[in-house]
């Protein structure tokens, strides 16, 4: 016996656009994998697509995808202190925790950050700003985005004290040099208004100047001069490797040996004035 059957159809008009859901089994919005991550949905599990490690159950996403955290992985993830170690990690984290390790300090520039009395013992406050200083001052300098993988970046939580002005005297936390000796650059971070300066391998800055962090490092970790011209600052010549020059010729001939374009030299302050007195 044969059986027949209509079949129906619904004819939607032109402007039928449904809402993306989080219980839809459609990847759609915001989301990483369907029906999860982005700002709206729910967590993604093991597996899933994701973009950033807060898509991610446990808080962790590598090369897009959620991954479970293990204590080698050379990331700061799970409920470790710092990078592999502390939480349930079996190893112990010292004096100077790391908090990106891409390698063995003698192959990397290594940053020890470093939290000022202003913090006032509010250890979490300052690893925010230290997220927020390594996205929005490291990664977002050109020449240092392109070589993020040649740095490690540490923490200590004993308190050290910026010095303010140009001639105030920054003090770090006992036991640092010993504990931290490999340092290239230390950065003591506070949180009141001050001139911020470098000594050395030793600069402060403020948690949210992303730009006063990158210029007083480049001082402290890199040897480079102010390129700018005013009273305020100490002129002198860099070196091996300079950013200014007391001449054009200088300047022209380093260029060219460098392979960068010599027009590109300027003078910006000018020869025998107060401004460039230390020339």
């Given at each position: 016996?044969?059986?027949s059957f209509?079949?129906y159809?619904?004819k939607?008009?032109s402007d039928?656009?449904?809402?993306?859901s989080?219980?839809?089994n459609i990847k759609?919005?915001?989301?990483?994998?369907?029906d999860?991550?982005?700002?709206t949905?729910?967590?993604?599990?093991?597996?899933k697509s994701?973009?950033?490690?807060v898509?991610?159950?446990s808080?962790?996403?590598l090369n897009?995808?959620?991954k479970?955290?293990?204590c080698s992985?050379n990331i700061k993830?799970g409920?470790?202190?710092?990078v592999?170690c502390?939480g349930s990690?079996?190893?112990?984290?010292?004096f100077?925790?790391p908090?990106i390790k891409n390698?063995?300090?003698?192959?990397?520039i290594?940053?020890v950050?470093i939290q000022?009395k202003?913090?006032?013992?509010?250890t979490?406050?300052?690893l925010?700003?230290?997220?927020n200083?390594i996205?929005?001052?490291f990664k977002?300098s050109?020449?240092?985005k392109?070589?993020?993988d040649?740095?490690?970046?540490?923490?200590?939580e004993?308190?050290?004290?910026?010095?303010g002005g140009?001639?105030g005297?920054?003090?770090l936390?006992k036991?640092f040099?010993?504990e931290?000796?490999?340092?290239?650059?230390a950065?003591?971070?506070h949180?009141d208004?001050?001139?911020d300066?470098?000594m050395?391998k030793?600069?402060?800055?403020?948690?949210?100047?992303?730009?006063?962090i990158?210029?007083?490092s480049s001082?402290?970790?890199f040897?480079?001069a102010?390129e700018?011209g005013?009273?305020k600052?100490?002129?002198?010549?860099p070196?091996?490797?300079?950013?200014?020059?007391?001449n054009?010729?200088?300047?022209r001939?380093?260029?060219?040996?460098?392979g960068w374009?010599?027009d590109d030299?300027y003078q910006f302050?000018?020869?025998?004035?107060?401004?460039?007195n230390?020339?």
């Amino acid at each position: 016996e044969t059986k027949s059957f209509k079949v129906y159809l619904i004819k939607l008009s032109s402007d039928y656009n449904p809402q993306p859901s989080c219980t839809d089994n459609i990847k759609n919005g915001d989301e990483t994998d369907i029906d999860c991550g982005g700002n709206t949905c729910g967590l993604c599990s093991e597996g899933k697509s994701c973009k950033v490690s807060v898509d991610c159950g446990s808080n962790y996403c590598l090369n897009s995808i959620c991954k479970i955290p293990n204590c080698s992985d050379n990331i700061k993830n799970g409920d470790e202190e710092a990078v592999d170690c502390g939480g349930s990690c079996s190893n112990v984290c010292g004096f100077c925790k790391p908090l990106i390790k891409n390698g063995p300090n003698e192959d990397k520039i290594d940053i020890v950050f470093i939290q000022d009395k202003t913090y006032n013992g509010d250890t979490d406050a300052f690893l925010s700003d230290l997220d927020n200083i390594i996205e929005k001052s490291f990664k977002v300098s050109e020449p240092i985005k392109q070589n993020i993988d040649k740095f490690n970046f540490y923490y200590v939580e004993e308190e050290g004290e910026a010095g303010g002005g140009l001639f105030g005297v920054h003090k770090l936390p006992k036991n640092f040099e010993k504990e931290c000796s490999f340092y290239e650059g230390a950065a003591i971070i506070h949180t009141d208004e001050k001139r911020d300066s470098s000594m050395g391998k030793i600069f402060s800055s403020e948690g949210d100047s992303y730009s006063t962090i990158l210029h007083e490092s480049s001082h402290a970790i890199f040897g480079l001069a102010d390129e700018y011209g005013n009273s305020k600052t100490s002129r002198f010549y860099p070196e091996p490797y300079p950013n200014v020059w007391p001449n054009e010729d200088s300047c022209r001939k380093d260029s060219i040996s460098e392979g960068w374009n010599p027009d590109d030299c300027y003078q910006f302050c000018s020869p025998g004035t107060f401004d460039c007195n230390d020339f």
